[in-house]
């Protein structure tokens, strides 16, 4: 199912929603964070860079939106404990989670499996697989705290159809498919909704590496697309569930 690219939202369209972005440090999730604050949410920024994360927030203030969280964490060697200790956090701050959104990922490289290192592979499957699932386990039990709440992977085109040579990368991403939908099913009857979407192709530099050779001004800042995004978290898409949606 394709979404529009731009959703005008209203100012206070997720007033008091508490959503958490996942690589908000950077990129596309960086736009997201920023559109969601406009839109009058609680973002949670967590990311591995501190110094970008404050950034972040120090925009988001100056614009006297909603003041967000910040939290540190390292998908790659983040233990069960450093989760608990987010859900905890979360549970005592606001006591509930209205959306998730899971935009952390790695390149890894593009090359044939026959020829793929075996450490980036699994650290590639660890940041864009393995820590998503530990994530949304520690977080179901803030998300159906909602009246209204959401879970959303950010897939790819190569995690809906196998390509040559994108490896750990695209494998990742049809495991965070079937992820989706296998989670889709055991939420069916709570307030969570979940679903999974491609981004528009966007000027980011995981895009520029994996095509350095293209004219990457042919492409839509990631701050062209994310106003989506919000449209996403808010009541108006609540009767999308265990869809894989496309921008």
Known sequence: M????????????LKNKIILVTGANRGLGKAIALDLARAGATVILLGRDMASLETIYDEIMAENLPEPLIHGLDLEGATPDDYFA??????QNFGRLDGLIHNAAILGSLMPVEQYDIKLWYQTMQININAPFMLTQFCIPLLVKSDDARVLFLSSGVGREGYAYWGAYGVSKFALEGFMQILAEELENTSVKV???TPAVVRTKMRQTAFPAEDATKHPLPEEVSSSFVYLMSEKSKKLHKCALSL
């Open 2 to 13: 394709k979404i529009a690219t731009k959703y005008n939202y209203k100012k206070d369209e």
């Open 86 to 91: 987010l859900q905890q956090g979360i549970e």
């Open 195 to 197: 679903n999974s979407i």
